[in-house]
Nanobody, 123 residues
Framework: VQLQASGGGLVQAGGSLRLSCVAS????????MGWFRQAPGKEREFVAT????????AYADSVKGRFTISRDNAKNTVYLQMNSLKPEDTAVYYC?????????????????WGQGTLVTVSS
């Protein structure tokens, strides 16, 4: 599976962005999908995850209530809608695909990774 993330950019605090991640191949619906981020000088951290059918989602406490993960299996795409953005959300955001019946929060449980898209939130 190859993953291509897009949608990053520069936005003011309080604004919104929607990230997309398109997967190649015909097995997208068999993977749990996740979003992670890495800020400058910091370790990569979990943001959100969604099960294969999209029925269950999970979020990091820092983004809960502001970010929404969703997927469209017909389009091989997972999305991350980010609202009420804060300067501390500035990071490179990565999408990832993993094998599981449930959600995955740990980055070492994901098998495939996209190249990342930069989100910059100005104050």
């Amino acid at each position: 599976v190859q993953l291509q993330a897009s949608g990053g950019g520069l936005v003011q605090a309080g604004g919104s962005l929607r990230l997309s991640c398109v997967a190649s191949g015909r097995t997208f619906s068999s993977y749990v999908m996740g979003w992670f981020r890495q800020a400058p000088g910091k370790e990569r951290e979990f943001v959100a995850t969604i099960t294969r059918s999209g029925g269950i989602t999970a979020y990091a406490d820092s983004v809960k209530g502001r970010f929404t993960i969703s997927r469209d299996n017909a389009k091989n795409t997972v999305y991350l809608q980010m609202n009420s953005l804060k300067p501390e959300d500035t990071a490179v955001y990565y999408c990832a695909a993993g094998d599981s019946l449930g959600v995955l929060r740990l980055d070492n449980t994901y098998r495939y990774w996209g190249q990342g898209t930069l989100v910059t939130v100005s104050s």
